[in-house]
């Protein structure tokens, strides 16, 4: 399990190891906030909590406009793993079917791996549309793609525990909690 870190302002900023947020906390960085009772970190002289959540002691600026590069994972969360043209779920698909990238505009034709010329689709979509433009292969695009909202794409793909949800929620609102543990339970089926 990791730990939820929080920047100074109380902002959600990732998911580390249990072990850097102890030396954050040994270095005087950050200090726990929520801890697992059951668990702790022991030496010869010291026992510390096992921190669950922590807020870093010094604000550190986070680029809003921080681009996060394709990858299948972040590609399937946005698109909430289902096939952008046909619609099914990934839950709803059969046998050896599966999600699989799919370039709008081929790669053959000049298209690129950007957040605007991908989408997720079901493997039967992807070869019945292949080397053509949708409109070619008489296939239309559910949802037009765009680059996703930073905090979405990070958050839908972590697994976080209910205490370090309340700080998400505390910080982006009880909307976007509710679509990350959607994309969670997306994820587990």
Same mark, same amino acid.
């Given at each position: 399990?990791?730990?939820l870190? +929080?920047?100074?302002?109380?902002? !959600?900023?990732?998911?580390i190891?249990?072990?850097?947020?102890?030396? *954050?906390?040994?270095?005087?960085?950050?200090?726990? +906030?929520?801890?697992?009772?059951?668990r702790?970190?022991?030496? &010869?002289?010291?026992?510390?909590?096992? !921190?669950?959540?922590?807020? %870093?002691?010094?604000?550190?600026?986070? &680029? $809003?406009?921080?681009r $996060?590069?394709?990858?299948?994972?972040? *590609?399937?969360?946005?698109?909430?793993?289902? #096939?952008?043209? #046909?619609?099914r779920h990934?839950?709803?698909?059969?046998?050896?079917?599966?999600?699989?990238?799919?370039?709008? +505009?081929? %790669? =053959?034709?000049g298209?690129?791996n950007s957040?605007?010329? @991908?989408?997720? =689709? #079901? =493997?039967?979509?992807?070869?019945?549309?292949?080397?053509?433009?949708?409109?070619?292969?008489?296939?239309?695009?559910?949802?037009?793609?765009?680059? !996703?909202?930073?905090?979405? @794409?990070?958050?839908?793909?972590?697994?976080?525990?209910?205490?370090?949800?309340r700080?998400?929620?505390?910080?982006?609102?009880?909307?976007?909690?509710?679509? %990350?543990?959607?994309?969670l339970?997306?994820?587990?089926?």
């Open positions: 399990m990791g730990c870190a +929080l920047n100074a302002s109380f902002e !959600p900023l990732t998911i190891p249990a072990r850097r947020a102890i030396r *954050l906390v040994l270095d005087q960085k950050a200090e726990i +906030l929520e801890m697992d009772p059951g702790a970190f022991r030496s &010869p002289r010291t026992e510390l909590p096992f !921190p669950t959540v922590i807020r %870093l002691v010094r604000f550190v600026h986070v &680029p $809003r406009r921080f $996060r590069q394709v990858t299948n994972t972040f *590609l399937f969360a946005r698109d909430e793993y289902t #096939c952008q043209y #046909c619609g990934r839950g709803k698909l059969k046998g050896r079917q599966f999600l699989t990238r799919d370039h709008i +505009l081929p %790669l =053959s034709r298209g690129d957040w605007q010329n @991908l989408v997720a =689709s #079901c =493997s039967p979509c992807n070869n019945r549309k292949g080397d053509r433009l949708p409109a070619e292969a008489g296939m239309r695009v559910l949802t037009e793609p765009r680059e !996703p909202n930073y905090v979405r @794409l990070v958050w839908t793909v972590r697994r976080v525990t209910p205490q370090q949800a700080y998400i929620k505390m910080f982006y609102g009880g909307e976007v909690l509710t679509t %990350l543990q959607a994309g339970r997306d994820l587990e089926v």
